[in-house]
Structure formats: structure tokens, C-alpha cells
């Protein structure tokens, strides 16, 4: 049989739905004081039925696969092959419950018990032993098909890999050291060798584990990693270098052993070495790329940690791109590593560089326009959405950033157009998604004045999706700004915060909605919680603050917010009036 029986889920048909029924509602009869009387007649039917399952497993129809099987055991449940796919089948099944894989084994048992020697299936029944909870009996079945094929390598493997799994380390071993006999040292035996040792406790058989390995190639460069590392485990820090040491003159071109050293430095605290290794192993030919970048994240992630502005990150990254300079992924690396620094300018530089390569990957695109916008440089977001539809017109991921972009900066129409587009491009049934559009065509409306058009498109859009917190937000926080229906606000802010308690943004609209009710106690405990929740509070939210305090009669408090507030936004008019007055202006 093939080594890969059976691994996708069974789907159902409507036809096997008398099975499944039958499946809930009653056991396999696997076992019985009388044996069935089965006729010949019956067995050849059977043995048919069965044949012609593995026929449509072959056309990977699998519907059809596990009627046949059902029926050619209800004919002939003697049939041990039959009964093992059958059981096979019940624990690939999707849902799969605790019944179903006790009746899967039991059935699959059948045949183990009847066929031992069955290479395959033997082997797939002690597999879903071990995975399923029973390690005993996984052991039990590939000690059975072990001892028949005492030279067969991958079944002595197995063996020693249950005998660990039962917590029989000696015998593990034992096992392993027959493997070693017949096809000599390897480093995975000695690896999974030392692993029981370490299991027991025993750091002296894994030290002369890896010993015997290193004896037969001393000047093999993975051994002696592999000692090293393992002394590092045990806190032999010094012995551990020696080892690398002995690595690195062994295979100088080996860019691993730099690696390997990088770690070893970084872990002892000695930042110069650590540097140094890691720039050898950025410079060697014969490192894959991958693991060259992933030594430069432990690099950078440990500098943005430092907070360290010294740009050695710079200087290394400038040696890897040498290398590679249209390598899309070390660009993208890179932009990382501004992004996490906070320098979007130079992250949306190293994204383009990555689009040069790869034009049309929409997710590319996507970073860069939330770079741009997290650069507040919406026109440059804009370019690179416009651009990305080019290559991607059909992506809605797109949509989702590049219309809010044009709203951002007060072209309406525009973000409706975009907004429309969006629509006609997303399917009837996610309604998620439509809500989330149709919601932000509400705002739109909203800024050019139309507040009648915004409510119903809110409404429409709430109607799709009752619990969209973003417009149940915005609507409650333009009903407040309008003064209009401020129960259902109240009601609507409620829902979003309940969703999200820690949003600041949220919690701003609550406080905002209880201030226009004129509740100013409640609208002052929201706008504390949101001033907490927010690292950097916005203008509007300070402003917020201010009026609220003001109208609690914290006069010298709501000045002091005014003034935080006005740092942020200096153009704006009436702030500069509550300041220089001290009051509040309504308009």
C-alpha cells in the first residue's frame, strides 16, 4: 500500500449519509460471543467491494472510497484488510470524536492482530497509536514487525523512537546502538542518543556520546558544533569555544561555524566578537541567504532593543546588500528595521526597491502605503495605491487603504469612487466586508455635509453587520457631533467599547456622547480611560479632555489640556480661543 494512506479528510456525500447516521448512533460491532457466518459468496463480494474503494481512492474520490469500504465490512467484517482502511478511515475523518477513534483502532487492531508482518499497515497502526494517546501498544506493534526485520533501519528507528515516547530511555538506546553496529555512526543516532541521556539525567553519557561521534571525523565542523552546543546546555562555557574553535579552523569557508560563533558570543555577553562573527558570516559565499538574514534579525533585534543609533546595523545590512542587491527579501528585512526604528521615510525607500523586482505583489504595495501613512504622507500612500491597482485592479485589500487615503485628504468624490469600485468587486455574501465599505461611504458623506445620506448608509451598512464596532463608533460619535438621537449613541458607543474596552478611540466617543448629554461625570471616568489607553494622545482627544474638565469646573486643568492640545493642532481656531479666553466656545 502507499506510504501516504488516506491523508486528506473524507468529505461526505449525500449518499453516505445513512453511514455517518449510522456511525453516530451505533458502534462498529467489532467483536462478539458468536463468530458471523460469512459465505463464500459473501467474501468475493466483499473482496470486490474493496478492491473497488482502492480503485476510487486512486481518483481521490473519497466519498466513495468510504461507502465502499463500509459496505464491502458490513458483507464481510472478517476481513481484516478491509476493517484496517475502514479504521483508518474513521481517524482521518474531520470532527474527529473519542468514539470514533476507539472504534478506528480497535479496527485497525483486527488486522494487526490477524497480520502482523504487514509492513505498512502495522506501521500506520502503531503511528496512530503513539499520536492517539497509546504508546504501549504503539510500541507493542512495531516491536512485533521490528523483531521480524531486525536489519531493516527505518523499523529499528521507529522502535527506539516508541521505547523514548514510553519512557524506556535505556532500551532507546540499546536500540540505537544496534543501528550503529549495522550501519555505523550517523549524527541523527547520536543526536536522539544524547537526547535520551539528557532524558535520564545522564550529561556524561551524552558528553561521551558525542565524544564517540567526534573520534570518527574529529575535523567535521557539525560535530563539533553540535559538542559545543551541547556543552553550552550543560554550562561549559569554555570547553564550548574550544570546540567552535576546532570547528572554524577545520572548515575556515564553512560559514556556519560563524554562526555558530555569533550565537556562542551573543549568549556570553561579548557584543565586539558577536559583531564580528556576525559580519564573517554575512560575507561568506557559501551561507544561504536565509540564514544570513536570520543571524542579521538577532542582530537588529538586539540593537533596537539597546535602542542603538550607532548604525552598525546599517553597516552590516550594507555588506549583506553587496551580496544580493536585488534580493527582494533583504530589502523587505531591511524596511523592517526602520519601521521598528520609526524612520518610515527610509522604510517606504527599501519597499520600493522591493516593488522594483516584484511589481505585482499586492502585499508589497500594501506595506508601503501603511508606511506612508504612518509617514502622515498621505499623497505618497495615494501614488503607491493608484500604482498597485495597476497590477492588482481586483486586490480589496487595496481598497481598504487607498480610499480612507483620498477622504484623509478631503477628496470625496474620489474616496467615493474608490469606495463604489470596492463594492462592485466584493462578493454578496461577505457582508463584512460590504459593511466595512458601505460604513466608510457613511463617513465620506458625512465630511461633505450630507448627514442624511451618511445616517442611511450607517443603517444599511449595520443591517449587513449588527456588530461592526468601527461604524457603530462613527455613527454614534456623528449622531453626538450632530446632536441627534443621543440614547441610540449612548447605545452604539456601548456596544464598540464593550468589544474593544482598552480602544481610546472608543472610549473618546463614549465620553463624548455623555458629554452632549450634558452627564459630565460619566463622560469624565470614559475620557480618563481613554487618555490612559493611549500612549500619545491626539489633539481632538485632548481638546476632549478639556471641555469635559471644564464642564466638571476643573477650569485650571481643562486650560492645561487646551494648551497640550493646541501644541498639536496650532491652526486650530477654536482652541486658540478657549485658550486665550479660558472658556468654552460653542459653535
Same mark, same amino acid.
Given at each position: 500500500m502507499d506510504n501516504n494512506e488516506y491523508s486528506s479528510a473524507t468529505r461526505w456525500s449525500s449518499a453516505s449519509l445513512w453511514l455517518v447516521i449510522f456511525l453516530l448512533v451505533a +458502534?462498529?460491532?467489532? /467483536?462478539?460471543?458468536?463468530?458471523? @457466518?460469512? $459465505?463464500?459468496?459473501? &467474501?468475493?463480494?466483499?473482496?470486490?467491494?474493496?478492491?473497488?474503494?482502492? *480503485?476510487?481512492?486512486?481518483?481521490?474520490?473519497?466519498?466513495?472510497?468510504? #461507502?465502499?469500504?463500509?459496505?464491502? !465490512?458490513?458483507?464481510? =467484517? $472478517?476481513?481484516?484488510?478491509?476493517?484496517?482502511?475502514?479504521?483508518?478511515?474513521?481517524?482521518?475523518?474531520?470532527?474527529?470524536?473519542?468514539? @470514533? /477513534?476507539e472504534q478506528g483502532l480497535q479496527l485497525m487492531r483486527k488486522h494487526f492482530d490477524e497480520a502482523p508482518g504487514d509492513f505498512y499497515e502495522t506501521t500506520f497502526y502503531s503511528d496512530a497509536c503513539m499520536m492517539l494517546g497509546k504508546p504501549e501498544e504503539g510500541l507493542r506493534a512495531i516491536k512485533t514487525l521490528s523483531d521480524r526485520n531486525p536489519n531493516k533501519l527505518e523499523l529499528q528507528a521507529?522502535?527506539?523512537?516508541?521505547?523514548?515516547? %514510553?519512557?524506556?530511555?535505556?532500551?532507546?538506546?540499546? $536500540?540505537?546502538?544496534?543501528?550503529?553496529?549495522?550501519?555505523?555512526?550517523?549524527?541523527?543516532?547520536?543526536? @536522539?542518543?544524547?537526547?535520551?541521556?539528557?532524558?535520564?539525567?545522564? $550529561? /556524561?553519557?551524552?558528553?561521551?556520546?558525542?565524544? /564517540?561521534?567526534?573520534? %570518527?571525523?574529529?575535523?567535521?565542523?557539525?560535530?563539533?558544533?553540535?559538542? =559545543?552546543?551541547?556543552?553550552?546546555?550543560?554550562?561549559?562555557?569554555?570547553?564550548?569555544?574550544?570546540?567552535? #574553535? &576546532?570547528?572554524?579552523?577545520?572548515? +575556515?569557508?564553512?560559514? !556556519?561555524?560563524?554562526?555558530?560563533?555569533?550565537?556562542?558570543?551573543?549568549?556570553?555577553? #561579548?557584543?565586539?566578537? !558577536?559583531?564580528?562573527?556576525? &559580519?564573517?558570516?554575512?560575507? *561568506?559565499?557559501?551561507?544561504?541567504?536565509?540564514?544570513?538574514?536570520?543571524?542579521?534579525?538577532?542582530?537588529?533585534? #538586539? &540593537?533596537?532593543?539597546a535602542n542603538d543609533s550607532t548604525g552598525r546595523v546599517d553597516a552590516l545590512m550594507s555588506v549583506l546588500l553587496e551580496q544580493h542587491p536585488h534580493e527582494p527579501k533583504i530589502h523587505d528585512l531591511y524596511s523592517e528595521y526602520f519601521i521598528a526604528r520609526k524612520d518610515y521615510s527610509h522604510a517606504a525607500e527599501q519597499l520600493s526597491y522591493v516593488l522594483d523586482v516584484e511589481p505585482t505583489d499586492a502585499q508589497m504595495w500594501r506595506k508601503l502605503m501603511i508606511v506612508n501613512i504612518m509617514d502622515e504622507n498621505i499623497p505618497a500612500a495615494i501614488a503607491a495605491g493608484d500604482k498597485a491597482l495597476e497590477y492588482n485592479p481586483d486586490s480589496l485589500d487595496l481598497y481598504r487603504y487607498i480610499a480612507p487615503a483620498y477622504f484623509q485628504i478631503k477628496q470625496y468624490d474620489k474616496s467615493l469612487q474608490i469606495y463604489k469600485r470596492a463594492l462592485e468587486l466584493t462578493d454578496s455574501a461577505d457582508v463584512d466586508t460590504r459593511s466595512d465599505f458601505i460604513g466608510g461611504m457613511g463617513d465620506v458623506y458625512f465630511e461633505m455635509g450630507d448627514t442624511l445620506r451618511a445616517f442611511e448608509l450607517y443603517e444599511q451598512a449595520l443591517k449587513l453587520d449588527p456588530l461592526n464596532t468601527g461604524i457603530l463608533n462613527n455613527y454614534a460619535y456623528f449622531l453626538a457631533l450632530s446632536e441627534r438621537d443621543l440614547d441610540k449613541a449612548e447605545r452604539m458607543a456601548a456596544l464598540a467599547v464593550k468589544d474593544q474596552p482598552q480602544s481610546s478611540t472608543y472610549l473618546d466617543t463614549y465620553a463624548w456622547v455623555y458629554f452632549k448629554k450634558k452627564d459630565y461625570q460619566m463622560a469624565l471616568l470614559y475620557i480618563k480611560s481613554a487618555i490612559d489607553n493611549d500612549d500619545s494622545p491626539s489633539g481632538d482627544l485632548l481638546d476632549h479632555y478639556g471641555d469635559i474638565l471644564f464642564m466638571t469646573g476643573d477650569h485650571e486643568a481643562a486650560l492645561e489640556q487646551w494648551q497640550k492640545a493646541l501644541e498639536l493642532m496650532p491652526d486650530n481656531e477654536l482652541l486658540q480661543r478657549k485658550v486665550k479666553h479660558r472658556t468654552i466656545f460653542f459653535k
Open positions: +458502534p462498529i460491532a467489532l /467483536a462478539g460471543n458468536d463468530k458471523p @457466518r460469512i $459465505t463464500d459468496q459473501d &467474501r468475493r463480494k466483499a473482496e470486490y467491494l474493496f478492491l473497488e474503494a482502492q *480503485n476510487q481512492k486512486q481518483h481521490d474520490r473519497l466519498d466513495a472510497y468510504y #461507502d465502499l469500504l463500509k459496505a464491502a !465490512y458490513d458483507i464481510d =467484517s $472478517t476481513n481484516t484488510s478491509v476493517s484496517f482502511y475502514l479504521g483508518y478511515c474513521l481517524l482521518t475523518m474531520e470532527n474527529m470524536t473519542k468514539q @470514533r /477513534a521507529r522502535l527506539a523512537h516508541a521505547q523514548a515516547q %514510553t519512557g524506556d530511555f535505556i532500551g532507546a538506546i540499546e $536500540t540505537f546502538d544496534s543501528i550503529e553496529v549495522l550501519h555505523g555512526k550517523s549524527m541523527q543516532i547520536t543526536s @536522539r542518543k544524547v537526547s535520551a541521556y539528557m532524558a535520564m539525567n545522564d $550529561t /556524561a553519557g551524552a558528553i561521551n556520546e558525542m565524544r /564517540a561521534l567526534l573520534a %570518527t571525523a574529529p575535523e567535521n565542523a557539525n560535530y563539533n558544533i553540535t559538542m =559545543s552546543g551541547l556543552l553550552v546546555q550543560l554550562g561549559r562555557r569554555d570547553s564550548a569555544l574550544v570546540y567552535l #574553535d &576546532r570547528a572554524q579552523q577545520a572548515e +575556515p569557508d564553512n560559514g !556556519y561555524t560563524y554562526l555558530a560563533k555569533a550565537q556562542y558570543y551573543n549568549l556570553v555577553g #561579548d557584543s565586539a566578537a !558577536y559583531e564580528q562573527q556576525v &559580519r564573517q558570516a554575512l560575507i *561568506n559565499e557559501n551561507l544561504e541567504v536565509d540564514d544570513k538574514m536570520q543571524v542579521l534579525v538577532d542582530f537588529m533585534r #538586539d &540593537r533596537i532593543a
